[in-house]
């Protein structure tokens, strides 16, 4: 198994990296509400669920840890991967072995020992890349086991949906569903699962609607991509119009 060892200057590094690769490829990220008005308790351990409908969820998981979240994480990776991209582990990523039950032992036993005070531990329990709007949204039963193993923890859905608008660039929506806790848990693992894949599903459910209804209002703007065709149109009008002295129509 490949532990996570994060390293702050490598941390700072990918802050600006990840922030810039993102705005080149986005017209921008959206996030619903403000960070201090999110569902998440202080004091306990969280696990965040995410959607996985992109590679990029890779990239957007780590932005909204730190520009969002703002809570020392982690995150789990295919072994085989992470021992190409190594790197990866000064960012908190650890490795998990899913081709064997004793891989999958390490995976828990490591994890549970990180999900502690106010650390967050960031998962796609879905287990591959999936279309956001593909229905039922099914789990892993593992975070079942997760959960079990650690009844302190608060976990919380969170919603990564790419849309095209009206740039040539999409967006990206993100929304944070209400923390559930788990303090007495005696459900058995599939059950706790079950209640997650419910959870994650209403809160695509509501991304879904607000990018159907074309209604980003409630959502800040995380971070702004490049300068869009609209934008310069926009700004070309707006210094022909003043120099010219006649509003454009």
Request: glycine share 6%.
């Amino acid at each position: 198994m490949i532990p996570a060892c994060r390293s702050e200057p490598m941390l700072r590094f990918f802050d600006v990296y990840v922030r810039r690769y993102v705005a080149r490829r986005f017209d921008r990220v959206r996030v619903w509400r403000h960070p201090q008005t999110l569902d998440m308790p202080p004091g306990v351990p969280l696990l965040c669920v995410m959607s996985h409908a992109a590679w990029w969820d890779v990239l957007i998981g780590y932005l909204l840890a730190r520009r969002v979240v703002g809570r020392e994480s982690y995150a789990p990776m295919d072994e085989a991967q992470l021992r190409r991209y190594r790197i990866l582990a000064r960012l908190g990523v650890y490795s998990v072995d899913r081709s064997s039950a004793a891989g999958l032992r390490a995976f828990l036993r490591y994890t549970k020992a990180l999900l502690s005070g106010d650390r967050c531990v960031w998962i796609t329990p879905q287990g591959e890349i999936v279309s956001n709007w593909k229905r039922p949204v099914r789990f892993q039963v593992g975070v079942g086991h997760l959960v079990r193993a650690v009844p302190a923890v608060a976990v919380v859905p969170v919603a990564v949906h790419y849309e095209f608008l009206e740039e040539a660039r999409p967006e990206i929506f993100v929304r944070f569903g209400a923390a559930r806790s788990f303090q007495a848990a005696r459900e058995p693992a599939a059950e706790i699962a079950a209640l997650l894949e419910r959870d994650l599903e209403a809160t695509l459910d509501r991304t879904l609607q607000d990018v159907t209804d074309r209604a980003p209002d409630g959502y800040r703007v995380l971070v702004e991509g490049a300068t869009s065709t609209s934008r310069v149109y926009d700004s070309v009008r707006w210094v022909r119009a003043r120099l010219t002295g006649r509003p454009d129509p």
